[in-house]
């Protein structure tokens, strides 16, 4: 026997991890908020919300959070900014340096595991490897909550996993799936919605046009970041990030309104 660490064996440790789980999944059967993806916008909203003592929690089909910040462009990691993302760099405690007037760089690995932090200090409740799948739809087609499975589930062939997915409620949903929004996606294959598609790079116009367009798309449910490009044909900006914080923090004002 050891003699460093306490004397705890296997089943402690299944029991502290199963118990756990279920303990905390239980309560968020039922939220104020679900946010779909947990790229820069979504971690973002979900922090904002958190703060205002709001159940939120965030659904990521991948195992670790965070999306397209990690790296930001060209497999090169360092994430920029313009004028005012910068503002939010520094409520965040993310050192960053001016490469020229409005424009601020900062390491992605860094701002990223910061933006995670603080979400996670905040509050939110995440539910990795969980991928939406589809809406709850009630009267009217009101958006209330969420459709999902184990990623690893949706990711087998048919013919050998019948594994039906589990529903979360919700009072607002938050499309922040980036490129893909698979929720706004959805709600188009149900005839409810059309997206247009993102356009073409110009970042000079998109990052505003981003954080304007921002918001409710249907009762019940918000879109935010790249997804908002995707749903109103907005141009891409690439790897700036500044939009995709200020919209995440848009779509938590947005939501805030409707609870
Ligand atoms: O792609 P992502 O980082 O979206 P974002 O927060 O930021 C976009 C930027 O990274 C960049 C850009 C502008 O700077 O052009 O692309 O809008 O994060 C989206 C997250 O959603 C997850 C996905 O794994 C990623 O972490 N996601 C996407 N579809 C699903 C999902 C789904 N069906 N279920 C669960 N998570």
């Given at each position: 026997m050891g003699e460093i660490f306490a004397k705890v064996s296997e089943k402690d440790i299944t029991r502290a991890i199963v118990g756990g789980f279920i303990r905390e999944f239980e309560k968020f059967v039922e939220s104020d908020v679900i946010i779909v993806g947990g790229g820069p916008a979504g971690l973002m909203a979900g922090r904002e919300l958190a703060t205002k003592g709001k159940r939120t929690l965030i659904v990521e089909r991948n195992n670790y959070l965070g999306g397209g910040f990690w790296i930001g462009?060209?497999?090169?990691n360092k994430i920029t900014v313009r004028?005012?993302?910068?503002?939010?760099?520094?409520?965040l405690g993310i050192p960053f340096e001016q490469a020229r007037e409005g424009l601020f760089v900062a390491d992605g690995p860094h701002a990223c595991a910061r933006l995670i932090a603080s979400a996670c200090d905040a509050g939110v409740k995440i539910l990795n490897m969980t991928v939406f799948e589809d809406v709850v739809?009630?009267?009217?087609?009101?958006v209330g909550g969420a459709v999902v499975n184990w990623t690893p589930v949706e990711a087998l062939p048919r013919q050998i996993t019948c594994v039906d997915p589990i529903a979360l409620e919700a009072t607002m949903v938050v499309d922040a799936t980036g490129h893909d929004a698979s929720v706004v996606r959805?709600?188009?294959?149900?005839?409810?919605l059309k997206t247009k598609g993102f356009g073409g790079m110009w970042v000079e116009r998109s990052e505003d046009l981003v954080v304007e367009y921002t918001?409710?798309?249907?009762?019940?449910?918000?879109?935010?970041?790249m997804a908002t490009a995707t749903t109103f044909g907005l141009p891409r900006m690439g790897p700036t990030f500044g939009a995709m914080l200020l919209s995440g923090r848009r779509a938590a004002e947005e939501v805030l309104k409707k609870l």
């Amino acid at each position: 026997m050891g003699e460093i660490f306490a004397k705890v064996s296997e089943k402690d440790i299944t029991r502290a991890i199963v118990g756990g789980f279920i303990r905390e999944f239980e309560k968020f059967v039922e939220s104020d908020v679900i946010i779909v993806g947990g790229g820069p916008a979504g971690l973002m909203a979900g922090r904002e919300l958190a703060t205002k003592g709001k159940r939120t929690l965030i659904v990521e089909r991948n195992n670790y959070l965070g999306g397209g910040f990690w790296i930001g462009g060209f497999l090169m990691n360092k994430i920029t900014v313009r004028h005012p993302g910068e503002e939010v760099l520094k409520e965040l405690g993310i050192p960053f340096e001016q490469a020229r007037e409005g424009l601020f760089v900062a390491d992605g690995p860094h701002a990223c595991a910061r933006l995670i932090a603080s979400a996670c200090d905040a509050g939110v409740k995440i539910l990795n490897m969980t991928v939406f799948e589809d809406v709850v739809l009630r009267e009217n087609n009101r958006v209330g909550g969420a459709v999902v499975n184990w990623t690893p589930v949706e990711a087998l062939p048919r013919q050998i996993t019948c594994v039906d997915p589990i529903a979360l409620e919700a009072t607002m949903v938050v499309d922040a799936t980036g490129h893909d929004a698979s929720v706004v996606r959805k709600m188009e294959e149900r005839g409810v919605l059309k997206t247009k598609g993102f356009g073409g790079m110009w970042v000079e116009r998109s990052e505003d046009l981003v954080v304007e367009y921002t918001g409710e798309v249907h009762p019940g449910l918000v879109v935010c970041g790249m997804a908002t490009a995707t749903t109103f044909g907005l141009p891409r900006m690439g790897p700036t990030f500044g939009a995709m914080l200020l919209s995440g923090r848009r779509a938590a004002e947005e939501v805030l309104k409707k609870l």
